[in-house]
């Protein structure tokens, strides 16, 4: 199994920078694709990007594109992304997940994050 803790959600203003990370512990991080998703109050958890083990493809949600970043640093068993440019509509949780195939659907992944909370004001 992989734990996965994220950290660095906050307040900010729209045009603001924020840098999540998600620390993994357990099993071999190395191994694993990781996905960043978010999910806003009453909606549905979305694909914002993904990476591949060895960082090798990433792949991102439209709405995102050119403004975040996804990378990871398997030395230290975490994941990032980086966020620029942040509007109001990136307001949500935002969750970090691990799996050993690479995949863009929530569905497709077996191991979660407890999700940190990003809010962009206007």
């Known amino acids: 199994q992989v734990q996965l803790v994220e950290s660095g959600g906050g307040l900010v203003q729209a045009g603001d920078s924020l840098r999540l990370s998600c620390a993994a512990s357990?099993?071999?991080?190395?191994?694993?694709?990781m996905g960043w998703f978010r999910q806003a109050p009453g909606k549905e958890r979305k694909f914002v990007a993904a990476i591949k083990w060895n960082g090798g493809r990433t792949d991102y949600a439209d709405s995102v594109k050119g403004r975040f970043t996804i990378s990871r640093d398997n030395a230290k068993n975490t994941g990032y992304l980086q966020m620029n440019s942040l509007k109001p509509e990136d307001t949500a949780v935002y969750y970090c997940?691990?799996?050993?195939?690479?995949?863009?659907?929530?569905?497709?992944?077996?191991?979660w994050g407890q999700g940190t909370q990003v809010t962009v004001s206007s």
């Open positions: 997940a691990a799996d050993t195939d690479y995949a863009l659907a929530p569905y497709e992944y077996d191991y």
């Open positions: 357990g099993r071999t991080f190395s191994r694993y694709a």
